[in-house]
């Protein structure tokens, strides 16, 4: 059995704050990381049915759950999961660490069940 690497940290439990805070799509689901976390990995599960895919995910830049920008506008990473067992690291590879996403599908649907979210701590 070959060895591998252990990486230093312990998984880190997300807090969802109050919905409805990010106001340019529907009912988006914001998960808070205190402290923050990297990797910060987002995993799509399951098929997201086409009424609503995209499934879109935002890097906040606030750190308290009250976000400013937007989807439309923000200056925070976007990044979209359409396929089945597409896996981002919103982190950039551990450059950033993470400290709340925002999660929502591009049709303002808030089936987001099939969406897993795993953060480190550094």
Do not use: W
């Not at 060895?3 to 106001?23: F, K, L, M």
């Not at 879109?56 to 989807?71: A, W, Y």
Request: include cysteine; aromatic fraction near 4%; charge should be negative.
């Amino acid at each position: 059995m070959g060895r591998g690497s252990v990486r230093a940290g312990a998984p880190v439990t997300g807090t969802q704050a109050a919905a409805g805070t990010d106001n340019s799509l529907t009912d988006p689901r914001i998960i808070t990381f205190n402290p923050g976390v990297r990797p910060c990995l987002v995993r799509l599960a399951a098929a997201v049915q086409a009424t609503t895919a995209p499934v879109l995910v935002k890097v906040n830049v606030e750190v308290n759950g009250v976000v400013s920008d937007d989807f439309d506008t923000g200056t925070a990473a976007h990044y979209a999961l359409s396929a089945i067992t597409t896996t981002i690291d919103v982190s950039e590879g551990g450059q950033v660490s993470v400290r709340s996403i925002s999660i929502a599908t591009q049709h303002n649907d808030d089936d987001l069940d099939d969406v897993m979210v795993a953060g480190y701590e550094p």
